[in-house]
């Protein structure tokens, strides 16, 4: 009996790994056009949206070619891009499957020929074709003479396979934390990191622009032309200008970065293959139970008592322990904070820009039943009449008011601090307080009327067939809040243009006492509609 050697090439007629993991990656792209009418749509639109991306920036580096800033952009661009290779599969985990190698940790594949796979397997798909079209695109725009097209044929496949590996290597270092609950919380909170992304694009394009344009930029991209991957193109341009030294040294450094990423992704591989999940070690039950008891005493101290301490504290875990609810929330903190800091720190906000805390926090409002999901059943057997649905949506209004009313003036102090508009502190805090209250109001009648269910699988937030429930639910809901905050917004005016401007320290108490009114009259007015609409709201809620 003989036994075959495995680092013996292939039988004939036998396929390569290789060619099985490519066309295991066909396979996979070609499913993703099997799928039900909503996916495929999205799938075949991204791909659409994708390549018109790819052309319209090829269209613009031919554009580009022979201008004084073309150094400048596409060494920047090149930058952008490995960086989005880097941080998208943290982001997305789910994306591509071939990203957990995890799953073929059992099967007798060795480290070397898997990583040999797996990359050529890596470069079929859409974003290896988006990103060979902007390589592309950056060796036309930089490419001058035969020793710059010499740089340019080099150059263009070393930054695409530089991504490449940049990425299989951070997704591989870090699979067991990508598919573990932390990994989920944070690609679930990839919405925080672009809505923050897009604040930080807009202010350094608004700074940009009245620092002199693109050659501010100049001394930024002569460092990173020589970081791997964009000194791929850094190259290009070195070599077009004769600096063939220069050239030379950029390309083989990125090719030392490849070659080390490769290696990286390898010991990755064989660690993943060798080592146990230290997640899959239980801790001792004993200790568990003690963090919890005490974790659950800590937190009761600080609340009510009853029913309003209880509901309130599941509120509250619910913020911290939910995937899509801390998402949320931590998104709305974010924003709620980003647009009126950022606006003033610019010299063109708005003391009144500070309502966006208070409107994005109140929005947390809306869909309370929905955050349960099915487990909203439970809650149901305890709501028999409106004065347990009262106390049930007042516990959970006042959860949220623990966080939003000290948030809501502290964002407000400060966008008064840094515009120097201290005097109208007062005032900006009477309305955002008042917008508070008329968000949490119109927030309970919409979860009592128009609830919905939030899919806990994926990074949908509405399920099929709800779209048009949550569309009503939240704008209904903030076209209410601004017709209730009408006579907050009146008076202000009226105090402005009657010249009663010292009187205008009475909205900060009078709009903080109508704003609890509003809450107390919309909980009110919502109690009785969910104790007697509590089949269809558990339906509603229970559905996908």
């Not at 997305?92 to 073929?104: A, F, I, M, Q, Y």
């Not at 150059?155 to 699979?175: F, I, K, Q, T, Y």
């Not at 390309?251 to 064989?270: C, D, F, I, N, T």
């Not at 900006?428 to 899919?455: H, K, Q």
Request: charged share 10%.
């Amino acid at each position: 009996m003989t036994t075959a050697d495995p680092t013996a090439p292939a039988a004939a007629g036998v396929p390569s790994l290789t060619s099985v993991f490519v066309r295991l990656k066909l396979s996979l792209l070609r499913n993703g056009l099997k799928q039900s009418g909503g996916r495929t749509a999205a799938f075949v639109s991204s791909i659409v949206v994708g390549i018109l991306f790819a052309a319209g920036m090829l269209f613009a580096f031919v554009l580009m070619r022979g201008h004084a800033a073309a150094p400048t952009v596409t060494v920047l661009l090149a930058a952008v891009v490995a960086l989005s290779w880097t941080v998208m599969p943290l982001f997305v985990p789910s994306g591509d499957e071939t990203l957990d190698p995890t799953r073929l940790v059992m099967l007798p594949l060795r480290p070397r020929p898997l990583v040999r796979a797996l990359f050529v397997a890596s470069l079929v798909g859409i974003a290896p074709l988006v990103t060979t079209i902007l390589a592309v695109g950056a060796g036309l725009a930089l490419a001058e003479g035969a020793a710059g097209t010499v740089a340019a044929v080099l150059g263009v496949p070393l930054l695409v396979v530089s991504c490449v590996a940049l990425s299989r290597s951070v997704a591989a270092a870090n699979v067991r934390l990508l598919t573990s609950r932390k990994g989920r919380d944070l690609a679930v909170l990839s919405g925080l990191v672009i809505a923050v992304g897009m604040q930080f694009v807009n202010f350094g394009a608004q700074r940009l622009g009245r620092a002199g344009g693109v050659s501010s930029l100049e001394p930024a991209a002569e460092v990173v032309g020589w970081l791997p991957p964009a000194s791929a193109v850094s190259a290009i341009d070195a070599a077009g200008d004769g600096d063939y030294a220069v050239a030379a040294a950029k390309l083989l450094l990125s090719a030392a970065a490849v070659a080390g990423l490769l290696y990286w992704w390898q010991r990755s591989l064989v660690r993943l293959m060798t080592e146990p999940d230290g997640s899959t070690i239980g801790a001792s039950p004993d200790a568990g139970a003690k963090d919890k008891s005490a974790s659950s005493g800590r937190l009761g101290r600080l609340l009510p008592g009853g029913r309003t301490g209880t509901v309130m504290e599941r509120s509250l875990r619910y913020i911290w322990r939910d995937p899509k609810t801390k998402a949320a929330w931590v998104t709305s903190l974010a924003i709620g904070a980003i647009v009126p800091l950022f606006n003033a720190l610019q010299g063109t906000g708005s003391i009144y820009f500070a309502c966006f805390a208070s409107g994005m926090l109140g929005m947390q409002m809306y869909n309370q039943f929905g955050q349960d999901t099915s487990a909203f059943w439970m809650v149901a057997q305890t709501l028999s009449t409106a004065a347990d649905a009262y106390a049930e949506l007042r516990a959970r209004a006042l959860a949220l008011l623990v966080i939003t009313v000290p948030f809501t003036a502290l964002v407000t102090a400060a966008t008064a601090g840094l515009l120097g508009q201290w005097d109208r502190l007062p005032e900006a805090l009477g309305i955002a307080f008042a917008l508070l209250g008329a968000m949490v109001a119109s927030g309970a009648m919409a979860s009592a009327n128009f609830p919905y269910s939030i899919p806990q699988d994926g990074y949908k937030n509405v399920a099929p067939g709800q779209g048009g429930l949550a569309w009503i639910s939240i704008f209904g809901g903030m076209l209410a809040s601004a017709l209730l905050c009408l006579p907050v917004i009146g008076l202000a005016l009226f105090l402005h243009l009657a010249d009663h401007e010292s009187l205008l320290w009475l909205l900060f108490p009078g709009g903080a006492l109508y704003g609890v009114l509003l809450v107390w009259g919309g909980l009110r007015l919502a109690a009785p509609r969910v104790s007697g609409r509590l089949p269809e709201i558990l339906a509603a809620v229970s559905k996908g």
